[in-house]
């Protein structure tokens, strides 16, 4: 079950008001049905509850067949109703239930996905798909059967207890004393003997963990000549979990012989004072068989409830961690205005920052530069320089710590992020393509484009070719269900996409790091088409690829260095940049050499 890992809760006020909140998120149409069902639920329990007392009458009448059969009409009525109710109870709690969690999946994605990228850097993916998996389907299993198995078992064993006391005060209160005190206990034990049963598979998991490390790592085993200590390692291990087994079944074995003498035992004590109550007059024996049978219900209640309220505790859980991430503030609540645009340059002015996550540790410092309109601006520097951060407050996935940054003539600390993130299209360094088809995929860079629209973008991206020889063509599915695709083509779908976008800034990020030189010479003449005339940042590691640039940016821990063109730079005789070409072409001339000796 899904809801294994999730921790419980202890139950406190806090926890109980939060999760009242839940009815909050209802329709009020969902909540009369609630209620309606948990009537239903009431009149089960009352039929359940009906099911001894009848039984009891048939024995008692056994001699009087006109009775015997009223008895018998009775129980098929009782049957009737009860398969009634009890349809209408989960159908409407079903219902209610499914309304509830369709609407909180769909509270949490829209809030999940309008956090900004810093909550997404703070929190792993895991543990986020987990709120929608775990925590949701705890919150629908409780609504579904939790909420109404432990109501109808709170009902039973307060009806229960009643109707044992109607029948004979002095055998409820032996009941009383034996049979509950044995449940309760012998549900502690069982709980108790489940968390050892955990720690045997947690071992029984780290042994073969060992097994694995070794034979996975058996060369570094032999070299160093480790297998005496491999082996005895092994053995410790052995040696802890052989006598937590042995604890284990011990306990089992407890556990099965306590429950003969006690339970068992308690009945069977309880069947013997009734019989003597019986020889006595004082109650019949159909009334002692309803009795033992109303015992049964109240015991088994008594368990079956505690396991729910073990549920209902995780639940509070689940609904506080779903509720929390619901609250949280999103990234912009104002509407976008679509009138809003955006053209001309780019220009940083006196731009500082660090990640919120790593206050202390300047990621850029003093960065200021500008590109004309339909100029291209390249960035180089070492990894780790702050490159990829510029494009991230470009994006305002982040805001700066000190200094402005304008797009045209406007401040984009001043633009909604939606207006300012329309005029930007992004090829990144690693492409993810969505599950879907090819289509959809470049599509996806302006939902609003027509077919012809896609297919010239395409084209332009030298994507249409490798496309169209697949045999479903555009229909071709890619993403993990679909076919995989070489980096030189994720590429290109790429590049199609950020040409249907028609965007004011195009940023590349590293985008022919990766690829063999056949795909990059279709790649590279793509993006000439897709940056033409148009204003680019390119991120580039190979600087033959910016060389033409109109502006190059050295960055170097986060400063800028040097900036200029490319002729500007190599003048500089000690340049960084001077040496970073001078470094590559040694290693170009190596490779070459190497291939043609
Ligand atoms: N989300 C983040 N949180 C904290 N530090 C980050 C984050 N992203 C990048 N950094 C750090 O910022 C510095 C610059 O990173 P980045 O801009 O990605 O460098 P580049 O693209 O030049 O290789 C690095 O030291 C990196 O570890
Ligand atoms: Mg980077």
């Not at 073969?208 to 005895?232: D, L, Y």
Request: aromatic share 10%.
């Amino acid at each position: 079950m899904a809801n294994r890992d999730i921790p419980k809760q202890r139950l406190n006020m806090a926890g109980l008001r939060k999760s009242m909140r839940l009815f909050g998120f209802m329709k009020t149409a969902d909540r009369w049905l609630l209620a309606l069902g948990t009537l239903f639920l009431a009149i089960t329990a009352g039929t359940a509850l009906l099911f001894p007392e009848l039984l009891g009458n048939m024995v008692d009448s056994y001699s009087d067949i006109n009775k015997l059969q009223k008895t018998a009409t009775a129980f098929l009525y009782l049957f009737l109703a009860q398969a009634v109710f009890s349809f209408l109870r989960i159908g409407l709690y079903v219902r209610v239930a499914e309304n509830l969690t369709a609407g909180l999946r769909n509270r949490l994605y829209q809030s999940v996905l309008q956090q900004n990228m810093d909550f997404f850097h703070q929190n792993r993916i895991g543990d986020l798909i987990s709120r929608f998996t775990a925590d949701i389907g705890q919150i629908q299993d409780t609504f579904t059967s939790n909420l109404a198995m432990f109501l109808r078992q709170f009902m039973v064993i307060i009806g229960g207890i009643a109707y044992l006391f109607f029948t004979s005060n002095t055998l409820s209160l032996y009941m009383l004393a034996s049979v509950p005190v044995v449940v309760v206990i012998s549900m502690f034990f069982g709980r108790f003997i489940r968390k050892i049963g955990k720690q045997v598979q947690e071992l029984t998991g780290n042994n073969s963990v060992i097994a694995e490390e070794t034979f996975t790592g058996i060369q570094s085993v032999k070299a160093f000549t480790n297998e005496t200590f491999e082996m005895s390692r092994y053995g410790k291990d052995v040696e802890i979990l052989r006598k937590k087994s042995i604890y284990r079944g011990l306990l089992r074995g407890a556990f099965s012989s306590f429950i003969i003498v006690c339970l068992f035992g308690s009945i069977v004590w309880l069947i013997f004072m009734g019989l003597g109550m019986v020889r006595s007059g004082e109650m019949a024996l159909g009334e002692l068989i309803s009795f033992m049978f109303f015992t049964g219900f109240v015991g088994g209640s008594i368990g079956g409830m505690a396991e729910q309220f073990v549920q209902i505790q995780k639940t509070l859980g689940a609904v506080e961690r779903v509720l929390d991430l619901i609250d949280k503030p999103v990234e912009t609540n104002e509407a976008p205005n679509l009138e809003n645009t955006f053209s001309g340059g780019v220009r940083f002015e006196h731009v500082g920052f660090c990640y919120p996550g790593r206050p202390d540790y300047t990621v850029l410092e003093d960065v200021s530069f500008q590109i004309g309109a339909g100029k291209t601006l390249a960035i180089v520097g070492p990894s780790g320089a702050g490159k990829s951060t510029i494009i991230n407050l470009m994006y305002r996935f982040y805001e700066p710590i000190k200094g402005s940054i304008y797009l045209g003539d406007k401040s984009i600390a001043e633009a909604h992020v939606y207006d300012l993130r329309r005029q930007l299209a992004l090829v990144p360094q690693e492409i993810i393509l969505f599950g879907g088809s090819i289509y959809d995929n470049i599509l996806y860079g302006n939902p609003s484009a027509d077919k012809e629209a896609v297919i010239s973008s395409a084209k332009q991206a030298n994507a249409h070719e490798f496309i169209s020889a697949f045999p479903e063509g555009y229909e071709t599915l890619v993403g993990d269900r679909g076919i995989k695709l070489s980096g030189g083509q994720r590429q290109r779908i790429a590049i199609a996409r950020a040409i249907l976008r028609n965007p004011q800034l195009l940023i590349l990020d590293e985008a022919t790091s990766s690829l063999d030189s056949e795909s990059e010479e279709l790649v590279q003449s793509a993006l000439k088409t897709l940056m033409k005339d148009r204003t680019s940042i390119v991120i580039a590691h190979r600087l033959s690829t910016i060389r033409h640039a109109d502006t190059i940016l050295v960055l170097k821990q986060g400063r800028i260095i040097e900036q200029g063109s490319h002729e500007a730079l190599m003048g500089l005789a000690d340049g960084y940049y001077r040496s970073m070409v001078e470094r590559q072409q040694d290693h170009t001339d190596f490779i070459n050499h190497q291939e043609n000796p």
